[in-house]
Every structure is written in structure tokens, then in C-alpha cells.
């Protein structure tokens, strides 16, 4: 357990459906960042939090998609009108400042 | 760079063997290298971390070489054990003495399997 907790662990949605999902970091740490993941590839950046602010969005980050972390602790991404491509395990991970990222356990979305 | 998809790099040996996985990283650029070990299901779990400045480092039963010429990373692991067993990747990232906000950009992956 590396201190960063995801919720929930699974979901499965039927297309055009929204999700949210929520991460919690360390306690201390600044900088939180959501990674998307499928099936035998390695973790792929879509967006990144410096305390509350957004700092940077992947090109990955489609309009359907919005982060927030509103008081600097928690973050939620939510997807609007989910499609089977969305399909993935979405990742989340902090750090303080530049030191190493922990990675929670993710969430494994299925779109059906 | 890019993967190809699910036909990962496979490396089986046997429990107590040494195991060496290899990694070529993308951007010249990048000066801050990680290993990480994701087992089914969980997220990546740290193991070793390197900076450019460095071409050896070690922790506990694992070194991790960076050789920035050919842009390649390897991570050793010594007396592999059956808990070793996991999918391990190598990350990059711009540090920037620390300026940058220190996305990872993730490399393939190689599936390691250790046999009792």
C-alpha cells in the first residue's frame, strides 16, 4: 500500500453514461497526476495537478473529460458520455514537488 | 516510444538466478529515470530511481545502469525470487533540476517470470 487510495476499484458502465472517480494522495504531497493505462501498454499521461491548480492536459484528454482537485487533497475525473474506447485503468499518482510518484491502485473501467 | 501493444518482452529464469531488464528510452532530454514493478491488477509499485548525472545506481538486490549515449536503461535484479514476478517498466522524465513537473513518459514494459 503506497498510501494513495482510488475509489472505486472497479466500474462497469453502459456507453453514454458518466463516470467519476476520485484519488487520494499522500497527505502531503503538492502534485497529483492521472495516468490511463489499457491492456499491455505502460501508463500514459493525460493530466497533472500542482495543489489545486491544473497545470498541464494531454492531448489524450478529450472534451469528455474534466479533473478537478478543488481544495489541493483529493482529485475527481469524470468522463461524460463514456465509450468503449474509454475502456481502461485509470491511475493516479502523487509525489511532493519532483520527488518519485506512488501510484495508487486504480481504477479498472469497463464500457460496455 | 511506441509499444506494440500486447506482445511484451518476456524474460523467464529461474528462482535465484540474476535477471537484467532492458529498456531504450525516447527523448535525449530526459534526466530523470525510474523502475517500476506492477504486478496483475495493482498499480506500479517503485523500485529504483536514476539521474542523468549518475550511470549507476543500487538499492536493495537491484542496480539500475543508465547509459546515456545509446539512450538505454537496464535494471538488474540478483537472486531473483517467485515474488519478483510482475511486469516492470522503465519511465522518463524532463526534471530540469527540479523546474519541471515531472511527467512520466513510460517505455514498453517486459513481463518477468521466475520460476521456484
Known amino acids: 500500500d503506497t498510501g494513495v487510495s482510488q475509489d472505486p476499484r472497479h466500474k462497469i458502465t453502459k456507453r453514454g453514461q458518466n463516470v467519476t472517480f476520485r484519488c487520494d494522495p499522500i497527505?502531503?504531497?503538492?502534485?497529483l497526476y492521472w495516468y490511463r493505462q489499457t491492456l499491455g501498454q505502460g501508463p500514459e499521461f493525460l493530466t497533472y495537478?500542482?495543489?489545486?491548480?491544473?497545470?498541464?492536459k494531454s492531448r489524450l484528454l478529450s472534451d469528455r473529460f474534466s479533473a478537478e482537485r478543488p481544495k489541493g487533497s483529493f482529485s475527481t475525473l469524470e468522463i461524460q458520455r463514456t465509450e468503449q474506447g474509454d475502456s481502461a485503468m485509470y491511475l493516479c499518482?502523487?509525489?511532493?514537488?519532483?520527488?518519485?510518484?506512488?501510484f495508487g491502485p486504480g481504477t479498472r473501467l469497463t464500457v460496455t | 516510444g511506441e509499444s506494440v501493444g500486447l506482445h511484451l518482452p518476456t524474460l523467464s529464469v529461474q528462482e535465484g538466478d540474476n535477471s537484467i531488464i532492458n529498456c531504450a528510452y525516447s527523448n535525449s532530454a530526459s534526466d530523470y529515470f525510474i523502475w517500476y514493478k506492477q504486478e496483475s491488477g495493482k498499480g506500479p509499485q517503485f523500485i529504483i530511481d536514476?539521474?542523468?548525472?549518475?550511470d549507476k545506481r543500487q538499492g536493495q538486490r537491484v542496480t539500475v545502469l543508465l547509459n546515456k549515449t545509446v539512450k538505454h536503461l537496464s535494471l538488474q535484479i540478483a537472486a531473483t525470487q517467485p515474488g519478483d514476478s510482475a511486469v516492470y517498466f522503465c519511465?522518463?522524465?524532463?526534471?530540469?533540476?527540479?523546474?519541471?513537473?515531472?511527467?512520466?513518459?513510460f517505455g514498453q514494459g517486459t513481463i518477468l517470470t521466475v520460476h521456484p
Open positions: 499518482a502523487s509525489s511532493l514537488w519532483n520527488q518519485k510518484q506512488y
Open positions: 497527505s502531503e504531497h503538492n502534485r
Open positions: 519511465a522518463e522524465s524532463l526534471d530540469a533540476g527540479g523546474t519541471s513537473y515531472g511527467k512520466l513518459t
Open positions: 536514476i539521474r542523468s548525472n549518475m
Open positions: 495537478f500542482q495543489n489545486e491548480a491544473q497545470l498541464e
